[in-house]
């Protein structure tokens, strides 16, 4: 069954940085290396959003992230990272990675940003 593992989370100050990971389990690096994979975030009260995505060829931001954030994998590890900088308080929220195979949503690691 494929299920994700993310990591990395924290409190930091705004203008900080955190790497996020996520390890996508139970999937052939085969179809990892086919599939997109994607960085979702959720904050109280508020609808789960894309934050990015990354598939074999291209990579793609929601506007408030872009020039902050950058999305990339490791297909050896079945695992995909997100490098955010520059961290803002509206960017707190728990992230959860997902892929466009399908699989079970992990708990996600929650991103506290203090102004």
């Known amino acids: 069954q494929l299920q994700f593992v993310e990591s990395g989370g924290g409190l930091v100050h705004a203008g900080g940085s955190l790497r996020l990971s996520c390890l996508a389990s139970?999937?052939?690096?085969?179809?990892?290396?086919?599939?997109?994979m994607y960085w979702y975030r959720q904050s109280p009260g508020k609808e789960r959003e894309l934050v990015a995505s990354?598939?074999?060829?291209?990579?793609n931001y929601v506007d408030s992230v872009k020039g902050r954030f950058t999305i990339a994998r490791d297909n050896a590890k079945n695992t995909v990272y997100l490098q955010m900088d520059n961290l803002k308080p509206e960017d707190t929220a728990v992230y959860y990675c997902?892929?466009?195979?399908?699989?079970?949503w992990g708990q996600g690691t929650q991103v506290t940003v203090s102004s």
């Open positions: 990354i598939s074999p060829t291209d990579t």
């Open positions: 139970g999937l052939s690096g085969f179809i990892f290396r086919a599939s997109a």
């Open positions: 997902y892929s466009s195979s399908g699989g079970v």
